[in-house]
């Protein structure tokens, strides 16, 4: 058994909709049931469809009789009963006849037997006529009883292979034309009542109200039901449910402001129980995607603000928007409402967290998201981002994941910055109430901020500037008129420019990233302070690491400080940690803090320590936080550091490349060949002269400066040269060559031209995409080539060439054949 799966198109739905019949009111329903009582009263008393037909003819036999006498005058007027009209007749017959006599007699005579003899003719007839009709009924019921048809089994897979088709013969069931008298009774009582107004004027109504489909597919409880039986109902009411669906939503579609009503059939569906029917956990998540697709196709992008209509006059059109405006506000409440409550069972305390809560609150959450993405800055857009804060720290990680990509999608596309800044004030909040024993997803949302040219001086900078136009002020008093009157034109001018430039947007924009900011580093720098064992410390950090650039200068030494210490003080802290702790401290040294007295010699010692930590295995990814750190450590701060530190730094950095994967490898060697370019001190490593530097290199040495990195080379460039991956030796061979901008190990401009980074993620074959491509084999035939004789005793030869040249040998198709066994015997 199967369903048919149904196209909702609009030619479909019209004829679906075009077999529908209006239904009946109750004075037609009370008629029916009068007419199929009689119907069945007669049916019990024994009255076949052949005695019924042999009963018409009688009658219309008789009746035609009748008509004849009486248009000879012959009619008895008091006789109207069909049984007794034939002996009327007679007896008036022979009246008749006892008054005439001689040839008129004859006539009558001869007229009464003719009448007689065709009588009796019709009887035989109709007795024969039903005679037939038995015998052709019973003759179609055997051969209905004995019809065969062929139904095709399922097929089987042999031990080859082979797919076997089956086939068997079973006996044909015909389907009984059911209801054939009742559907004429009820077309004939429909022509009778057309003048009468139908009850729907809709023709959605039957499907939207669910008037035929009700427990349609429900198994009757009178006899066993089977799994199957149960499997096969549950599947053929979701695809009923799935069809009433979509005739709903194609009706919302079409026109939105006639079938607003058509919402409460839906929110019908999302409901537990419907009707005292339980509706299906399937059925309840389609009916909520549903009306979430609906609403994010006819929200209106704009915020729909409150019209009394009653108070003001307004034109028709505008009445017809206000009113469709705030019967749409109304059902976007309605569902959000109904949204809340399935995402309240799993986020509040005493809540029903069964599997089917879980399920429908991640469904609940999904398109919660899905909406606020859509509309933004539509009405009660503000209470649905209120609500996702609130599930950015629930029990369930995949309702933490869905929120926090949300957010994510939310902060790069948002453009007014509005629901940004409401958005991190929310997490603001949370995360303060909950006393910063929130998840980690509550901080890595905020790693998606747009935060880039933001001046957080700009308040200290803006007083200044105020200073500096009263000054210009007073010179502008001791002007002359003429003077004074050009400035003014000058000044219009310049105004109308900025407005055309959009400089006031630009202003506004600047001052909510600059809020934006300030609540961020609010909220690391609370964690940091009051709970710097927290298990957001991790994001905590790598998020300064990120927005270090726009840290005030006035929290760089407190700031160090604090990862300084922590640093020291937690010797659990993971290489992942300590990485985000060195990357955060190394920006803030090499921008605005270069101007603090720090020596960052502790911070290089952790920092070299932890660059073997990284290799080809789950954590290499993590690489890219030391490739971020050395571009900080030996680019920007190459002529800060030692001749030593520097070597040290390039030397282990190539000892580690021998353990990361291709990518990993080429972006080490972009990075020293970056470092050989901007300074000549790295060429002693080229040189294998081992009495050029002073003492023994000692590569298990944590200190870069006295681990005499001078004293040895870079031996890791001969391994680098034999890598599998083509443009690794490449690379390590123009390394070897002293980086030379052309001619022998010159790299091509396409390689040459790439930084560390976009080395790192152009060769990256985590994808399964191999670049440069491998290529195809050569298609050629092996060469064979002949073998040598090998004989384990010397004498064995001489012996063999003897038995070859005194033996017969036969000659066949095959080849040669000589029987050893016989020759040696």
Do not use: W
Not at 414 to 437: A, C, G
Not at 663 to 692: M, N, P, R, Y
Request: contains cysteine.
């Amino acid at each position: 058994m199967g369903t048919k799966k149904v196209k909702i198109s609009a030619v479909k739905r019209a004829a679906h909709l075009k077999s529908k019949k209006t239904p009946l009111t109750k004075q037609q329903q009370q008629k029916q049931k009068q007419k199929r009582d009689q119907l069945s009263s007669k049916r019990e008393q024994g009255q076949n469809i052949f005695s019924q037909k042999a009963r018409k003819k009688d009658n219309l036999a008789q009746r035609k009789k009748y008509n004849k006498l009486a248009s000879l005058g012959l009619k008895d007027q008091d006789d109207e009963d069909d049984d007794e009209f034939g002996g009327g007749s007679e007896q008036m017959l022979d009246n008749v006849a006892d008054m005439l006599d001689g040839d008129e007699l004859a006539l009558l005579n001869e007229r009464k037997r003719k009448r007689k003899v065709k009588n009796v003719e019709d009887h035989v007839q109709q007795e024969r006529s039903i005679g037939l009709e038995m015998d052709y009924a019973k003759a179609s019921k055997q051969e209905e009883l004995t019809q065969k048809i062929r139904v095709n089994l399922l097929p089987i897979k042999s031990r080859e292979g082979e797919i076997i088709t089956r086939s068997t013969e079973v006996d044909y069931v015909s389907q009984p034309k059911r209801k054939r008298v009742e559907d004429e009774e009820e077309e004939e009582e429909q022509d009778d009542d057309e003048d009468q107004p139908s009850a729907y004027e809709d023709s959605d109504d039957d499907v939207v109200n669910d008037v035929d489909g009700a427990g349609s597919t429900v198994p009757s409880k009178k006899k066993l039901i089977s799994t199957t039986d149960l499997l096969i109902a549950r599947q053929q009411e979701i695809e009923r449910q799935k069809y009433r669906i979509g005739i709903i939503c194609s009706g919302l579609m079409e026109k939105p402001e006639d079938k607003m009503r058509n919402f409460h059939a839906l929110y019908d569906l999302m409901d537990e129980k419907n009707a005292g029917s339980v509706n299906l956990l399937v059925v309840r998540k389609l009916a909520m995607v549903s009306i979430t697709e609906i609403f994010k196709d006819i929200l209106p992008e704009y915020r729909v603000g409150q019209v009394d209509t009653k108070m003001q006059t307004v034109r028709k059109a505008t009445l017809q928007r206000v009113t469709f405006e705030n019967a749409l506000l109304q059902q976007f409440k309605k569902f959000l409402q109904k949204l809340e409550k399935l995402t309240a069972d799993v986020n509040k305390r005493g809540g029903r967290r069964t599997p089917q809560a879980v399920k429908l609150a991640v469904v609940a959450v999904q398109c919660l998201s899905e909406l606020l993405l859509a509309h933004p800055y539509f009405n009660y857009v503000q209470n649905i981002a209120q609500l996702l804060v609130y599930m950015l720290n629930c029990n369930y990680q995949s309702i933490r994941s869905i929120v926090n990509q949300t957010f994510r999608s939310l902060f790069k596309t948002d453009k007014r910055l509005e629901m940004t800044l409401f958005v991190v004030r929310r997490i603001n909040h949370l995360i303060k109430t909950k006393q910063n024993n929130v998840h980690v997803e509550c901080i890595t949302c905020l790693m998606s901020l747009k935060i880039k040219d933001v001046n957080l001086d700009a308040e200290k900078e803006n007083e200044l500037k105020q200073k500096k136009l009263e000054n210009h002020r007073q010179r502008l008093l001791s002007l002359s008129k003429k003077e004074r009157k050009r400035r003014k034109k000058l000044t219009e001018v310049n105004k109308e420019l900025e407005e055309t430039r959009a400089e006031e947007n630009k202003q506004t924009k600047l001052h909510k990233m600059t809020e934006i900011i300030k609540m961020v580093f609010t909220i690391y720098f609370r964690i940091l302070k009051n709970d710097p064992t927290s298990r957001v410390l991790s994001a905590i950090l790598e998020g300064l690491a990120e927005f270090a650039h726009v840290i005030n200068l006035e929290f760089f030494a407190d700031l160090i400080d604090v990862l300084n210490r922590i640093l020291e003080d937690q010797p659990e802290l993971g290489y992942r940690e300590q990485l985000h702790c060195i990357q955060t401290i190394f920006v803030i040294l090499s921008g605005q803090g270069e101007v603090l007295n720090i020596d960052p010699i502790r911070f290089y010692q952790h920092f070299y320590r932890n660059m073997l930590v990284v290799n080809a295995g789950k954590n290499h990814e993590d690489f890219t936080i030391i490739l971020r750190t050395l571009d900080e450590v030996l680019v920007k701060r190459r002529r800060n550091m030692s001749q030593q530190r520097l070597m040290a730094f390039v030397k282990r950095l190539l000892t580690g490349s021998l353990h990361l994967l291709h990518h990993g490898a080429l972006a080490t060697l972009g990075t020293i060949k970056q470092t050989f370019q901007l300074t000549s001190v790295l060429d002693a490593l080229l040189d294998t002269d081992a009495s050029i530097g002073s003492g023994r290199y000692d590569p298990e040495l944590d200190d870069p400066e006295y681990c005499n990195a001078a004293s040895t080379a870079l031996y890791e460039l001969s391994l680098l040269m034999r890598h599998y991956h083509p443009t690794v030796r490449r690379m390590a061979n123009h390394i070897a060559n002293g980086v030379p901008a052309s001619g022998e190990g010159a790299l091509p401009t396409e390689i040459g031209k790439l930084n560390a980074h976009e080395l790192f993620a152009q060769y990256d074959s985590t994808q399964m995409a191999f670049n440069p491509t491998i290529p195809l084999p050569k298609s050629g035939e092996p060469k064979l080539k002949r073998g040598k004789e090998m004989y384990l005793q010397p004498d064995f030869k001489q012996e063999y060439k003897k038995l070859l040249k005194d033996a017969k040998v036969k000659t066949s198709k095959q080849g040669l054949q000589l029987d050893f066994l016989s020759a040696l015997k």
